[in-house]
């Protein structure tokens, strides 16, 4: 694994999280409004930057595994969608318990363990 696919995984990492901060919002701004839930989906602006949002993180991710293979690859999306509690805590002020913080600490110490001797070889 070569520093830039590192760089290109962790910005990966980072996109699961926002989008899923604007799936979020998408989802609070829809149930503040009323009328045929086709114009709601439609008209929520909120839900269509997500979804190009994640249009964008797929080619991103497609990109990413032309340069190696996947299992080096998905520790990486595996540590960007267990930081989703993180940022919807600090976001959205959604409360995080202590069994959380220790199953993300270990998870942490798994993709450390599963990552550090492919970048130190």
């Known amino acids: 694994m070569s520093p830039i696919d590192i760089v290109l995984c962790c910005v990966f990492s980072l996109t699961l999280p926002v ?4 799936f979020k919002r998408a989802a ?4 503040s409004t009323s ?17 190009a949002w ?8 497609f990109l990413i595994l032309t340069r190696m293979p996947l299992v080096a690859a ?6 960007g969608s267990a930081s989703v509690p993180l940022v ?5 002020r959604e409360k995080l318990s202590r069994d959380f913080a220790v199953g993300f600490g270990l998870m ?7 990552v550090a001797p492919q970048v130190f070889r």
């Open 74 to 79: 998905y520790p990486f999306a595996i540590a």
């Open 108 to 114: 942490l110490l798994g993709l450390t363990l599963v």
């Open 28 to 31: 609070l701004r829809h149930g």
């Open 54 to 61: 994640y249009c964008g993180t797929a080619l991103f991710w």
């Open 35 to 51: 009328g045929p839930l086709a114009i709601r989906v439609l008209t929520n602006g909120d839900l269509v930057i997500a979804c």
């Open 19 to 22: 989008g899923q901060v604007l």
């Open 88 to 92: 919807s805590s600090v976001v959205f």
